[in-house]
C-alpha cells in the first residue's frame, strides 16, 4: 500500500532562517505531487505541484521553491523565513489519470516563524 | 474559472440526528467533486468523490453525497451523526480539461453534540 511520509512535524524558526521540508512517498511510481499551505485552520491554498522529476510547477508567487530530486521526494524550501511563512504544510500525492484522481495528503508540518 | 463555495463555516448537530454540510462549485468543463475530512493537527482524509454515474456517491464512514448538476451542488450528508464525525470539512473540484489543479472550498467545522 501507498504511504507518504512527511518531515518535521513541527518546526519552530526564526525570521531570515533557511527552510527545508520533505515529503516523500512509498508505493507507488511516477506520483503527482503537491505542496499546500493551510493557514489558520482553514482553507488550503497550493503552493506547487510536479508531475516528475524536476518539473515543477509555481502556483503562488513567493519567497518558497520547491524541488523534486527523486521521483518520490519532494522539498519545500526557502532561503529566508518570513512570519507570513507560519502555518500547516501539507504534501500530497495522486496518480496520473486525467484528473480524476483522488489526492492522499501526509500528516502535515505546522511551522512556526518568530 | 473553477470555484467551490461552502457557504457555511461551522454546521452544529445533535448526536443520532442527519447531518449536511454544503457545497456548491463552478468550472468550465465536467466536475470531478471530493470530500475530504480533517481532524485536529492531521492531513486531510478522502471521503469520497463524484465522477461520473450515479448522482448518489457512497463514502467512508456512513458518509454520501449527493450530485446535482442543475444547482451545481455536491452536499455531504450522512444519516445519524456520531460524536466522532466532528472535525473539518472541505468539499474540492477539478474540471476534466486536463489541468492538475484542485480547488479546495474554505472548510466547513462541524460539531456533534453528545
Known amino acids: 500500500s501507498q504511504t507518504i511520509h512527511q518531515w518535521p512535524a513541527t518546526l519552530v524558526q526564526p525570521v531570515g532562517s533557511p527552510l527545508s521540508l520533505e515529503c516523500t512517498v512509498e508505493?507507488?511510481?511516477?506520483?503527482?505531487l503537491y505542496w499546500y499551505r493551510q493557514a489558520a485552520g482553514r482553507g488550503l491554498q497550493l503552493l506547487f505541484y510536479s508531475v516528475g522529476i524536476g518539473q515543477i510547477s509555481s502556483e503562488v508567487p513567493q519567497n518558497l521553491s520547491a524541488s523534486r530530486p527523486q521521483d518520490r521526494q519532494f522539498i519545500l524550501s526557502s532561503k529566508k523565513l518570513l512570519l507570513s511563512d507560519s502555518g500547516f504544510y501539507l504534501c500530497?500525492?495522486?496518480?496520473?489519470?486525467?484528473?480524476?484522481?483522488?489526492?492522499?495528503f501526509g500528516p502535515g508540518t505546522r511551522l512556526l516563524v518568530l | 474559472a473553477q470555484s467551490v463555495a461552502q457557504p457555511e463555516d461551522q454546521v452544529n448537530v445533535a448526536e443520532g440526528n442527519p447531518l449536511t454540510v454544503k457545497c456548491t462549485y463552478s468550472?468550465?468543463?465536467?466536475?470531478?467533486l471530493f470530500w475530504y475530512v480533517q481532524y485536529p493537527n492531521r492531513g486531510l482524509q478522502f471521503l469520497l468523490k463524484y465522477i461520473t454515474g450515479d448522482n448518489l456517491v457512497k463514502g467512508s464512514y456512513g458518509f454520501e453525497a449527493e450530485f446535482n448538476k442543475s444547482q451545481t451542488s455536491f452536499h455531504l450528508k450522512k444519516p445519524s451523526a456520531l460524536v466522532s464525525d466532528s472535525a473539518l470539512y472541505f468539499c474540492a473540484v477539478r474540471d476534466d480539461t486536463g489541468g492538475f489543479k484542485t480547488i479546495f472550498g474554505a472548510g466547513t467545522r462541524l460539531f456533534v453534540k453528545a
Open positions: 468550472v468550465s468543463g465536467n466536475p470531478y
Open positions: 508505493g507507488t511510481s511516477n506520483p503527482n
Open positions: 500530497a500525492w495522486s496518480s496520473l489519470a486525467g484528473g480524476q484522481e483522488t489526492q492522499y
